[in-house]
């Protein structure tokens, strides 16, 4: 059975809400807690087919496959996959018409000025690109702000040979 929970998350961790409010829907089951109680029954689902990255020599193309609820946008390049294509290279994040774009990754959004965009691969490895505190509300959050939704384009250029060790962390 395939259920959709109705639990608000208590952290204010921004990476993965997602990750607290399966944590406390676990421990209401192990504690022999049924499932109607914190979630509706879903009774049919809607199989969508996977965008996948396309993979060029000195380029990644890859999609937006969710905006959460902050206007984060999660891409489907992964970290392995960036570090693998990107071979020590200096690398460009492109967004939309190519006029915004990201130079290095982030650890944390606060290793950006409130406001200003970041790229970071989050808690599951994927690659996000964020505004540091800029959920609706306040200025925006990169969905809006870029103009960018679900199946959205993101394109990294790799160039060069020279690494800078502060550009990604492990």
Avoid: M, W
């Avoid at 399966?22 to 421990?27: E, G, P, R, Y």
């Avoid at 994040?93 to 774009?101: A, E």
């Avoid at 990201?102 to 996000?128: F, M, Q, T």
């Avoid at 690109?129 to 969905?143: L, T, V």
């Amino acid at each position: 059975a395939v259920y959709d929970l109705n639990l608000p998350s208590d952290s204010d961790i921004l990476t993965f809400p997602v990750l607290h409010i399966l944590v406390k829907a676990a421990c209401h089951l192990l504690r022999g807690g049924t499932p109607e109680v914190i979630s509706k029954r879903v009774e049919s689902i809607q199989v969508a087919h996977r965008l996948r990255p396309l993979l060029e020599e000195d380029a990644i193309r890859g999609h937006v496959v969710y905006v959460d609820r902050f206007g984060n946008l999660i891409t489907d390049i992964t970290q392995s996959l960036f570090r693998e294509v990107r071979k020590e290279r200096d690398f460009t994040i492109q967004l939309r018409t190519g006029k915004t774009r990201i130079s290095k990754l982030a650890i944390h959004y606060s290793d950006v000025a409130e406001g200003e965009r970041l790229a970071l691969c989050n808690n599951n490895g994927h690659l996000e690109i964020a505004i540091n505190k800029g959920a609706p509300g306040s200025g925006g959050g990169a969905s809006q702000l870029f103009g960018l939704r679900k199946g959205d384009l993101i394109l990294i250029l790799f160039h060069g040979r020279t690494h800078r060790q502060n550009d990604i962390q492990s």
